[in-house]
Antibody, heavy 120, light 108 residues
Framework: EVQLVESGGGLVKPGGSLRLSCAAS????????MNWVRQAPGKGLAWVAR??????????DYAAPVKGRFTISRDDSKNTVYLQMSSLKSEDTAVYYC???????????WGQGTTVTVSS | SYELTQPPSVSVSPGQTARITCSAD??????GSWYQQKSGQAPVMVIY???ERPSGIPERFSGSSSGTTVTLTISGVQAEDEADYYC???????????FGGGTKLTVL
């Protein structure tokens, strides 16, 4: 069964840091492009970051609101993708979804999400 | 920045056809995808590459593209189709993944 399981969410103070993890199973993780997509309370979906597979160059891309503050990385030996978040702001409060794809075939597999709350 | 524009809401009666549009603000238009998100759940892809349907998605879901607009069509709408629908594409360089603002489909 294809599965993505996020973890690491929680409550953090403004200016703090948090690392999210996403464990993948049921498909060849090393060939997959991986994304983080977030959804603020009552709002729509917003793409956060993408990391391509190593065969595709392993490059990373970020949405403007998080560039310079967030870092996406992957460990193909653990079938896991990470999102290191720093200098967190209240507007980063959201459910964070891990998802595969992000190329011409869209974002095809989604996890159930992990909640990040930035508040003092 | 590249933007995708959707109507905030669409309402249809059961058995009718729902059409949700998504307009890109620039050419060239890249391939579009559509996602269904029911309340409290993760999104599910229903269309990719403008008109391709993933396995397991009912045939009543279809997609089309014309110019800078992609359209999701749901034929014979059922009560279970009530959800938020999001379009998605990438900018011309493929660098940024972009989502539309979402459309709430109400089944009357």
């Amino acid at each position: 069964e294809v599965q993505l399981v996020e973890s690491g969410g929680g409550l953090v103070k403004p200016g703090g840091s948090l690392r999210l993890s996403c464990a993948a199973s049921g498909f060849t993780f090393s060939n997959a492009w991986m994304n983080w997509v977030r959804q603020a309370p009552g709002k729509g979906l917003a793409w956060v970051a993408r990391i391509k597979s190593k065969p595709s160059g392993g490059t990373t891309d970020y949405a403007a609101p998080v560039k310079g503050r967030f870092t996406i990385s992957r460990d193909d030996s653990k079938n896991t993708v990470y999102l290191q978040m720093s200098s967190l702001k209240s507007e980063d409060t959201a459910v964070y979804y891990c998802a595969t794809g992000g190329g011409i075939n869209g974002v095809d597999i989604w996890g159930q999400g992990t909640t990040v709350t930035v508040s003092s | 920045s590249y933007e995708l524009t959707q109507p905030p809401s669409v309402s249809v009666s059961p058995g009718q056809t729902a059409r949700i549009t998504c307009s890109a603000d620039a050419l060239p238009k890249q391939y579009g995808s559509w996602y269904q998100q029911k309340s409290g759940q993760a999104p599910v892809m229903v269309i990719y590459k403008d008109s391709e349907r993933p396995s397991g998605i009912p045939e009543r879901f279809s997609g089309s593209s014309s110019g800078t607009t992609v359209t999701l069509t749901i034929s014979g709408v059922q009560a279970e189709d009530e959800a938020d629908y999001y379009c998605q594409s990438t900018d011309s360089r493929g660098t940024n993944v972009v989502f539309g603002g979402g459309t709430k489909l109400t089944v009357l």
